[in-house]
């Protein structure tokens, strides 16, 4: 018995489904949940009724998981160590670093707010003039 022929799917879309992602790459859908499973830097999105969510980005990390386990014969560890430990490395952002930013953001908020409550124009000194502007 032969295998089943495969549908050609468009690779130019915003998001696929499990079974697009399984067209595609050619590999069975419980393999893409085993690769989940694993990589912790292959993570789908879920949609509201709990289906898988790919992106272009995702398919594009499936197809070089897929590379470098069948045709260069890494092991699962092997992916891990060349790819997952240095893609998070480059991502990662400190919590202080996001508590600073939150800090910054309210602190423009604040100043906006009581321009607006005062409803005066905000002021916007002019370093060139020595005057200032008004908006």
Known sequence: MGSAPRKKISTDR???????????AEIEPHVLRYWES????LQPRKNKTGQRVYTRKDLELVLQIKNLLYKEKYTIAG?????????LKKNSVSLETLQGVKKKLKEILNTLSKDISSK???????KKNGSRLFL
């Not at 489904?17 to 595609?24: A, D, H, M, R």
């Not at 005066?120 to 002019?126: Q, S």
């Open 79 to 87: 992916v891990k160590n060349r790819y997952g430990k240095n893609r």
């Open 38 to 41: 694993e990589f912790s830097f």
């Open 120 to 126: 005066k124009p905000p002021v916007i000194p002019d």
């Open 14 to 24: 915003l998001f696929y489904k499990i079974g697009e992602i399984s067209t595609i």
